[in-house]
């Protein structure tokens, strides 16, 4: 894979949105998908294209699993990087081996724009931080979905969540005490990187995003 060139063309309003940053996010279960597709083309200057596993058994969603679907992505569309594309993996890791899950961040080392986002034990995490600045410790993934169903009244509902993107990036940003590590302990998610990467794409009104 090339390495990705920076360009200095600057991005005008009214340009269509092929000239916008596009994340290709490959993520380990449907409601990662989901999560993430919301802010697609919230602003001109972004672009987000889920890739869900197809189906929802173990093998499916495994991290070699995901490694197989990013290689099919860039042999079937190529590798656009004239305006810093990225690839993200959204990876829990309440169900995986570590060895698995290293040797996908090894594979993230050595190709250019390619990242992972691991959240422990479960995507949960991350949505807990939307709505609080208090480390969660669950017990498991079962005990995690508990706590944010339970968080506010109704439960979690994605246009509740969602623009508090901003919210949950700083809260988890907080509570990451191993910033330079890319596995996070229990409780933590790593998710807060590619939500900055997101944010700065977004556009403000009054002092607020407008998603």
């Known amino acids: 894979m090339p390495p990705i060139k ?9 340009e269509p949105f092929r000239d916008a940053r596009k994340f290709i996010l490959i993520c ?7 999560y993430f597709n919301y802010f697609d083309k919230k602003s001109q200057k972004l672009i987000v294209k889920t890739i869900a ?18 290689a099919e992505y860039v042999e079937e569309n190529g590798w656009e990087n004239e305006f810093e594309d990225q690839l993200w993996f959204i990876l829990d890791i ?7 899950i290293d040797e996908l961040y090894h594979l993230t080392q050595i190709t250019s724009s390619w990242f992972i986002g691991i959240s422990n034990q479960c995507f949960e995490v991350w949505l807990y931080y939307h709505k609080s600045e208090i480390k969660i410790v669950p017990e498991n993934s079962t005990h995690m979905k508990q706590l944010l169903s339970e968080q506010i009244n109704g439960g979690y509902n994605l246009d509740i969540y969602a623009p508090d993107i901003e919210t949950a990036t700083i809260n988890a940003q907080n509570i990451d005490e191993n910033k330079d590590g890319y596995y996070p302990d229990i409780g933590v998610t790593k998710l807060y990187i590619l939500g900055k990467e997101i944010i700065k794409l977004l556009e403000y009104e009054d002092g607020f995003l407008k998603v």
């Open 28 to 34: 380990e279960g449907e409601r990662e998908a989901k």
């Open 94 to 100: 309440d169900r995986w081996e570590r060895e698995s």
């Open 6 to 14: 920076k360009s200095n063309r600057k991005y005008k309003k009214d």
């Open 53 to 70: 596993p197809i189906g929802s058994n173990k093998g499916e969603s495994a991290p070699n699993h995901l490694k197989d679907r990013a």
